[in-house]
């Protein structure tokens, strides 16, 4: 149990595209769910806290205008990468946990890596 | 300011040895402390959680270490096998008992047959 998707994969696109990254909570509903960036040899970097039904709550640094987070559903949260360029390629990966309460294990997805040229 | 560190970049150890990894953090308060398992190109998957008012958990053959006043966790493979090869990360809460988490910067521990 206790499972998330993230979709897709893996992209690559050009410079000044925008980007939604997908993450789905398969087996459970998630009111909160986290995003995540990493870049390569690094450690998860937390960027936002994303709140079903109300507005994310972003880390300090993070544009919330570059990265937009939609939690319309309880199953589903998205991450838009707004007219992305090359320096935000990078590994971007999601969590959500079932009770939504502290004290407990996060659950990720398998991340998606994105690729801007 | 606020720091988790992981005080091994990268940890080899030969085959049957215990590994131990360390987790040190700065200027927080957790509740809680976690440790989880990352493979290139995937997401990291939970292994353990340590409250504030435990000393140890054990699962199989891991054993974590929790000491508040050290401020430090330590998390032991025993019998390790290179199956183990990965990347080790601690995490713990910011906002303590809130369900956010941050981690620290990673262990990249190798065990050689």
């Known amino acids: 149990g206790a499972v998330v998707s993230q979709h897709p994969s893996w992209v690559i696109c050009k410079s000044g595209t925008s980007v939604k990254i997908e993450c789905r909570s398969l087996?459970?509903?998630?009111?909160?769910m986290f995003w995540y960036r990493q870049f390569p040899k690094q450690s998860l970097m937390l960027m936002a806290t994303?709140?079903?039904?109300?507005?994310?709550?972003?880390e300090q640094g993070v544009e919330k205008d570059k990265f937009l987070i939609n939690h319309a559903s309880l199953t589903l949260s998205t991450l838009t990468v707004t007219s992305a360029h090359p320096e935000d390629s990078s590994f971007y990966i999601c969590s959500a946990s079932p009770t939504g309460t502290g004290n407990q294990p996060q659950h990720f997805g398998d991340g998606t890596r994105l690729s801007i040229l | 300011s606020q720091k988790i560190e992981q005080n091994s970049e990268a940890l080899n150890i030969q085959e049957g040895k215990t590994a131990t990894l360390t987790c040190n953090y700065t200027n927080y308060s957790p509740a809680y402390l976690q440790w989880y398992r990352q493979d290139p190109g995937r997401g990291p998957v939970f292994l353990l959680l340590?409250?504030?008012?435990?000393k140890e958990k054990r699962k199989e053959r891991l054993k974590v270490t929790f000491d508040t006043t050290l401020k430090q966790s330590l998390f032991h493979i025993t019998a390790s096998q290179p199956a183990d090869s990965a990347t080790y990360l601690c995490?713990?809460?910011?906002?303590?008992?809130?369900?956010?988490?941050?981690f620290g910067s990673g262990t990249r521990l190798s065990i050689r047959p």
């Open positions: 994303s709140n079903e039904g109300s507005k994310a709550t972003y």
């Open positions: 995490a713990l809460d910011p906002l303590s008992s809130a369900s956010k988490i941050i």
């Open positions: 340590i409250r504030e008012n435990e």
């Open positions: 087996d459970f509903q998630a009111t909160t």
